[in-house]
């Protein structure tokens, strides 16, 4: 986020200076904590996927995604984090033009790792709603038409930020709003159609409610909340609306006059801004992690109590005919549609001759 607008000149940026040191303390202190969680989580992943087995082909993958993560989380905060936050206080005298040119390369690091966090996230989210709908094509296909389309818009936002041409983490650019929206867009069909499998298998979430401890019912619903991208829609849900609001001409210029005010008046368009350039990247990146861990863990309610019940063919019912019939070695074997009788019942249909002819014997 600018909070300079258009000021320009050194007394400009000695006048905001404090503003923009506080929102460096600020972005990262609020990194630093949700860093230190993500890793964490990371380690933990890490630590099941191996014990798992980590020569699996679905394991390797989730590795590959959180090792991703976590070089990218890492890039994001080493780069545009703590060298923007060096910068600032090594050159407090600087222009406003000479800061911003100088935060170019953390505006180019800061959106591409957004980028990546974001795809790999969404990925593993509708990784969570295949698996409930193995055999459909709509919704494969309607998963991955989302996901290209957020990739291009992302990857075309990281071209304009990296060009200083705006965009930074999304922001000011039809094209990175149109990423966020897409995004929000790829959770939200998944949450729908988990919701509606968890209707459709209603039955085992009752069983489930039924068994086990509160608490256990308690960590069960919240599993299924976050396993289905419920949660992270409601996160995306404020990203998308501060970032279409803060483009607003009206919002902007509010903005711009209440951080002129002294003291400068906070709300939620200016601390938003801070809170997504130092939260949202660690954030996306502690979801999926969470959701491997839930999977590994076997505590995921798609896998335990929905799978299972999914609606499959009626069972096979046999009907074996157990009437007896005699018959004379004169006459000839009776005819019958074979209905109920098994090919390898041989030796009873033997017993039964033996039988028939046991019979003959004593009658003469």
Request: aromatic letters at 8%; a neutral charge; glycine letters at 6%.
């Amino acid at each position: 986020m600018d909070p300079i607008g258009n000021a320009d000149g050194h007394t400009a940026a000695a006048r905001y200076f404090p503003d923009l040191l506080w929102t460096a303390v600020v972005v990262s202190t609020s990194f630093a904590v949700l860093y230190g969680l993500f890793v964490a989580l990371a380690v933990v992943s890490v630590y099941l996927l191996i014990r798992r087995g980590a020569h699996r082909p679905l394991s390797a993958i989730q590795l590959f995604a959180v090792s991703t993560l976590l070089i990218s989380t890492t890039t994001h905060w080493s780069i545009v984090v703590l060298q923007r936050f060096g910068s600032l206080l090594a050159h407090p005298n600087k222009s406003v033009d000479a800061l911003w040119t100088a935060f170019l390369v953390e505006q180019c690091v800061g959106t591409a790792t957004l980028t990546i966090n974001i795809i790999l996230s969404d990925l593993v989210v509708w990784w969570r709603t295949w698996v409930l709908w193995p055999e459909n094509r709509l919704v494969k296909a309607w998963g991955a038409i989302l996901l290209l389309a957020t990739l291009a818009m992302g990857v075309s936002d990281t071209h304009f930020s990296c060009k200083a041409e705006g965009g930074f983490m999304y922001e000011g650019l039809f094209v990175g709003n149109a990423a966020s929206i897409l995004s929000l867009s790829t959770n939200l069909a998944a949450t729908i159609l988990t919701a509606y499998k968890a209707w459709v298998c209603r039955k085992a979430f009752h069983r489930l409610m039924a068994k086990g401890s509160r608490t256990s019912q308690v960590e069960s619903v919240l599993a299924l909340l976050v396993e289905s991208g419920a949660l992270y829609c409601a996160l995306w849900i404020v990203v998308v609306v501060w970032q279409v609001g803060i483009d607003n001409r009206f919002i902007k210029n509010s903005v711009m006059a209440s951080l002129k005010k002294e003291p400068p008046r906070p709300s939620f368009w200016t601390v938003g801004g801070v809170l997504i350039e130092g939260c949202l990247v660690p954030l996306i990146a502690i979801y999926p992690t969470i959701i491997i861990v839930v999977v590994a863990l076997n505590k995921s309610p798609v896998d335990n109590n929905m799978k299972g019940d999914l609606p499959g063919p009626d069972p096979l019912t046999v009907v074996v005919n157990t009437t007896v019939t005699s018959h004379s070695d004169l006459e000839s074997p009776p005819r019958t549609s074979g209905e109920g009788r098994l090919p390898h019942d041989v030796d009873g249909d033997h017993k039964l001759a033996d039988l028939a002819d046991d019979d003959v014997s004593a009658m003469v």
